[in-house]
């Protein structure tokens, strides 16, 4: 009996230990302000602490556009150069690997105006979590598209990536082979 009690009480705690992990997060830039000029991002992002699997939510009216950028772009505003374009009023960016993202306004004199976000992505920075075939598109997201649509946007917001169903698949397959050597070892 004590043995199928401790069999018990680690198959839990097991459980309880990919539950935690496998817990993302959707930040609203902004918050109810969303992605504004009048929006203090600095301020916004002092008590965050992003990780891998996580989203960002930008929300804006259809005149504006997020471009994510290098660090030498976002110091100096420079949007000639981007490595992504968002322009649909709602985009979602499903945070897939560690280090850090830069997002500056398409608009330069906003940008310089201090509409403009360093996202540091705790995780592996050598590691991606990306998902091993090609990923369908989010909802609300719009990359690599240089115009912007004036179609309305949807308030539709994804809660887990696919890098982190990817990570909490790991540790799922880690919690079957952690349950299956318990039960041989209380078996014999």
């Known amino acids: 009996m004590e043995k199928l ?14 539950t935690f992990t496998c817990s993302a997060t ?6 109810s302000s969303g992605w504004d000029i009048s929006t203090n991002l600095n301020t916004w992002i002092t008590d965050k602490k992003f990780k891998v699997g996580d989203a960002l939510v930008f929300q804006y009216s259809s005149g504006q556009s997020v471009e994510e950028v290098t660090k030498e772009n ?18 979602t960016v499903p945070l897939r690997k560690g280090g850090d993202i830069y997002f500056v306004s398409g608009n ?5 105006g201090g509409m403009k976000l360093h996202v540091h992505v ?4 050598d590691k991606s979590f990306a998902p091993t075939i090609a990923p369908k598109a ?4 719009e990359e690599n598209t240089a115009t912007l649509t004036n179609s309305p946007s ?6 887990l990536s696919a890098g982190t169903l990817n990570h909490c698949a790991r540790n799922a397959l880690q919690f079957v082979c952690i349950a299956v050597m318990v039960a041989a070892y209380f078996s014999i």
């Open 26 to 31: 959707t930040y609203t830039v902004g918050d």
């Open 138 to 141: 989010v909802a609300g997201s």
């Open 74 to 91: 976002f110091e100096t505003c420079n949007t000639s150069n981007v490595l992504a374009t968002y322009g649909n009023g709602n985009t």
């Open 122 to 125: 705790e995780g592996d920075d």
């Open 154 to 159: 949807s308030k539709k917001n994804t809660h």
């Open 108 to 112: 330069k004199l906003y940008c310089l």
């Open 5 to 18: 009690l401790l069999l018990y009480c680690s198959l839990l705690f097991c459980f309880a230990t990919i």
